[in-house]
């Protein structure tokens, strides 16, 4: 069993006792998000996910900017 303490949305800070939650993952990295915050991940991504500070966002990006350079 997880620990609830820990199942918060990454935007907001809701946790899954205030909101239901969904689990993501990204490489490697599980993250958890609320209904309310979803538009952001789905519609804002390159504008949020930096600030969320996750590590597969910095790979994904990078690995972005160099097939833009060939």
Do not use: Y
Request: proline content about 6%; charged content about 25%.
């Amino acid at each position: 069993m997880t620990d609830a303490s820990l199942n918060v949305c990454i935007n907001c800070g809701r946790n899954e006792a205030e909101i239901p939650l969904t689990s993501w993952r990204l490489a490697g990295e599980i993250f958890w998000i609320c209904p309310d915050c979803l538009p952001f991940l789905i519609h804002r991504r390159s504008e949020i996910m930096p600030k969320w500070r996750l590590a597969g966002w910095k790979v994904q990006q990078n690995e972005g900017e160099s097939d833009a350079k060939r």
